[in-house]
C-alpha cells in the first residue's frame, strides 16, 4: 500500500477554491470524453451538509500500459467506478473496480482545504503504520518542471496567467512568478490530498501503486492549474449555478462519449 500526501497552494479564498475546483473538474472532465472513453456521470445529490456523487470512468487507449493487462478477458475498458463525498473543506472518494479485483483494488482520495500558509505536518491525523509510509509531495502549480509536455498549455499556465478582475470584489490575481509562495497575498488557501493505492498482487503491486500515484500527482497538478487559469471563467458562479451546468453538462458528456475521438491526456 502507497499513501502519498499532496500540498497544493493557490492564491484563492475558501469559497473560490471550492467553485473553481468544481468548476475545473467539470470541464476537463467533458474535454476527457470521447471515443468510449472518458468519463459517465451516474448520479449527483445531496448528502449531509455537501454532495454525493457517483461516476463511472471507462479507459482503453489512455490506460496505463501496466494496468491493460488486468482488463477481464471479453472487456474492452479498464472500468473504474467513483463515489465522492464533498463537504467542503473536506471530503472523500473513493475508487474501484466493480468486474474485477473486487476489494483487492481500490483508490481512495481525503481531501482537507486549510486558509493557511504553513502546512500542518500530520493533518490527517494519521498513526502507526500509516504515518511510517506516508510520503509528502508539495505541488507548485506555478513551476513548469512539474508539468508533462504533453499537458503543458500557455493558455493554462500560472505563470503567465493574469486575472481580469471580474467578479465582487475581486482584484487582478497573477501571474505566478517565481518565490510567488512568500509574497504577501490577501488570500491563500493549501489544498491536502491524501491518496492511498492498494492493490494486492504481489508480483506487480509496487510497480502498479508506484504508476497510480505518478498519475494522481499529474491529475492533480494539473486541475489545480486549470483552477487557477480558467478564474474568469467561474469567478461570478455560484454554487446552485454549478449544479444547474452539472446536469446540463451531463447530457453533453453523454453525446461526447460516442460523438467525439478520443481525446485528452490522462482521465
Known amino acids: ?19 473553481g475546483y468544481i468548476y475545473s473538474v467539470m470541464k476537463t472532465s467533458a474535454s476527457e470524453t470521447g471515443g468510449g472513453e472518458g468519463i459517465q456521470m451516474l448520479e449527483s445529490k445531496p448528502c449531509f451538509e455537501g454532495r454525493y456523487r457517483k461516476n463511472a470512468y471507462f479507459l482503453r487507449e489512455k490506460a496505463p500500459p501496466i494496468t491493460r493487462h488486468f482488463i477481464p478477458g471479453g472487456e474492452k475498458f479498464l472500468h473504474l467506478v467513483e ?3 464533498s463537504t467542503h473543506p473536506t471530503g472523500e472518494a473513493v475508487l474501484t473496480t466493480p468486474t474485477f479485483m473486487k476489494d483487492k483494488f ?23 503504520d500509516d504515518l511510517k509510509r506516508r510520503v509528502v509531495k508539495d505541488l507548485d502549480i506555478a513551476d513548469i518542471s512539474q508539468v508533462r509536455p504533453e499537458d503543458y498549455s500557455r493558455e493554462e499556465d500560472p505563470s503567465l496567467f493574469r486575472s481580469e478582475g471580474r467578479g465582487k470584489g475581486r482584484h487582478h490575481r497573477g501571474p505566478l512568478q517565481s518565490g510567488w509562495l512568500e509574497a504577501q ?17 504481489a ?22 492549474r486549470r483552477t487557477f487559469c480558467w478564474m474568469d471563467e467561474w469567478a461570478d458562479l455560484t454554487h446552485p449555478e454549478l449544479i444547474i451546468i452539472e446536469k446540463e453538462l451531463k447530457k453533453e458528456i453523454e453525446k461526447f462519449m460516442t460523438t467525439k475521438p478520443v481525446r485528452g491526456t490522462f482521465l
Open 1 to 19: 500500500m502507497l499513501v502519498y500526501e499532496y500540498r497544493i497552494h493557490l492564491p484563492l479564498t475558501q469559497l473560490e477554491y471550492k467553485i
Open 83 to 85: 463515489e465522492s463525498w
Open 106 to 128: 481500490y483508490i481512495k482520495i481525503q481531501t482537507l482545504v486549510q486558509e493557511e500558509k504553513k502546512a500542518e505536518e500530520n493533518v490527517f491525523k494519521l498513526r502507526g
Open 185 to 201: 497575498m490577501d488570500h491563500h488557501v493549501l489544498v491536502y490530498k491524501l491518496v492511498t493505492c492498494h492493490f494486492q498482487r
Open 203 to 224: 508480483d506487480v503491486q509496487a510497480r502498479v501503486e508506484s504508476k497510480v500515484q505518478e498519475c494522481a500527482a499529474r491529475v492533480l497538478n494539473v486541475l489545480h
